[in-house]
């Protein structure tokens, strides 16, 4: 989980920002939340993601909150830069 997120912020601080939103989407989130969705809340594959870093649901579901936002945020430097 550490190098995971030491990439992402490793991407951020070079402002490599579609890289880090897209690590953030498909690769980070899904093992926070153990959900598969795309930006739209939309699943993808079977929606499910088989082994979660965090398996407690009320957990999962504020990580999904920290997620979207922070990916707002990714898409917010996107448009800056």
Do not use: R
């Amino acid at each position: 989980m550490d190098e995971k997120l030491t990439a992402l912020k490793h991407m951020i601080d070079t402002l490599v920002f579609l890289d880090a939103y897209n690590k953030m989407l498909h690769d980070i989130k899904p093992k926070l939340t153990g959900l598969k969705i795309d930006e739209n809340e939309n699943q993808w594959g079977n929606g499910v993601f088989k082994n979660p870093w965090v398996e407690d649901s009320i957990f999962q579901e504020e990580l999904l909150l920290d997620c979207n936002e922070l990916l707002g945020f990714i898409l917010i430097l996107m448009s800056l830069n």
